[in-house]
């Protein structure tokens, strides 16, 4: 049996030429961000995503989708091909229902690669099923069973569809979809994340406006905001800590943004209406697209769908740039700006081979620290993304130099990490604070490490492990 190793600007096009005033706290629950990466280690890694939307003939529908990474599913050899069988079930219930699916699917299949990279690869097997509902709130619940380890992942989802019938004018939750224009994808596919990756060049979303009053037209208004968030890679552990006042400790504000897209449109016809944007090329950042209509003083309609543009293949490195800038861990700051000014992808590429070569002069071993490296890098995007990629956040840092600790801890704003079996060890221990606590109105885990002066000797012993290969060895 063979185990996968795990792997822990813009220009813009609209469809539709559709004032808003700002968002208050009044509408945060409207505010869908989708979900991370449920990413647990020899687990099946599953993604997904439901909304609740009304297809022509006013027949509500829960569309379920999802992404099994191929590559995390556990791989039996045989007849000279590698097989992996899973089982995929999924369930929907009304969410004051506390007991009893309204509507099941079971989906089993096998993967088979005729090459071991199946066992590691971060292609997904995408799987979608629609349920046909009436109007109202729905929990959805999607086990994948991997049927070699008998691990399994689940992921839970809720969604909600208006009555397209009452009198109250409605707006749908709003699905985005997206394709890769370069590689002819011939159609627009569900995203399952809130990170996209830049490679996804061509979003759209959709969504159903419902009025059933035909002497009231609705005025529909929208706008795409990019917050101001922090994309900086983590400063060292012994540098000093952030100010409180500085996007570092805040991540992101979402209070501060750019308006990039602002417009209009009157809907007069009665019924439900199905309304499109399409946008292309937008640069990485943190955005929210924003629907609504002002019926009267006291009652607005409200919509959003919050994303964000990650590197070109997200949460995977792939390209020359996406390796080399994890480097920044490794590197002195002149080595690191030489690195990145190289601008020709072939050049660059072989400037990191330079890089780990000249410093391990072993190329099996070299190969194995890559390899080890790198795919810390990939786990540590899975695990701590949030506004900003998850190599470049605090936890992100120390998960790449270090490797999982031995022993963790989390309170209500701290959590605590110790590389030692003593935890009064000043060089083996570290306490993240977060700054503002999980919520609805503040959606991401941010983890600030507490930085010390002292940290500076062990920071430079873990780093000289790695640029020499002894880290296969000996680790903190």
Known sequence: MIKRVPLLTASLILSLTLLFTGCSNQYIDEVDRGLGYNYVPGHPELRAAASGQIQQDNTPIVIVTGDLVKGSLIYTEKEN????????EIRIREASQENGAIGKREIEDIIIGEVSTITNSQQVYRFEEIFEVSPGKY???????????????????????????????HITEIRILGKNTDRDQSSFQQATTYDIPSRIDSLKFTFQVTNNKPNQPIELTSRLLKFRADTSIARPMFFN???????????IDYDEYEVIQES??????????????????????NYRLEVSSELDSENELYKARDFSIKSENYPS??????????LYYLMNEDEYKELMSINDPKKLKSAIDRFWLSNI????????????????VEDANKQFSNFKEGWKTDPGMMYILF???????????QMFWSYSYNQDDPERNFLFVRPKLKNRYFPFNHYILQRNSYY???????????RTGTILNTNL
């Open 81 to 88: 091909a590698y097989r992996a069988s899973f089982n995929i």
């Open 139 to 169: 929990d959805i619940q999607i086990i994948v069973t991997d049927k070699n380890s008998g691990k399994r992942s689940i992921q839970n989802l809720s969604t909600q569809i208006p009555d397209p019938q009452d009198q109250i004018s």
């Open 241 to 251: 800590n952030y100010s409180s006042s500085s996007i570092q400790h805040q991540g």
């Open 264 to 285: 209009s449109r009157l809907l007069e016809q009665p019924g439900s209406v199905i309304i499109e944007f399409s946008f292309s090329d937008l640069d990485r950042g």
């Open 317 to 326: 490195l792939k390209s020359p740039k996406e390796l080399a800038r994890p």
């Open 361 to 376: 002069q072993n190329s099996n071993m070299a190969k194995n620290v890559i390899s080890q490296y790198y795919q810390r």
């Open 403 to 413: 490797g999982p600790p031995i022993y963790s801890d989390q309170f209500s704003d």
């Open 456 to 466: 500076h000797t062990v920071y430079y012993q873990q780093t000289e492990r790695w």
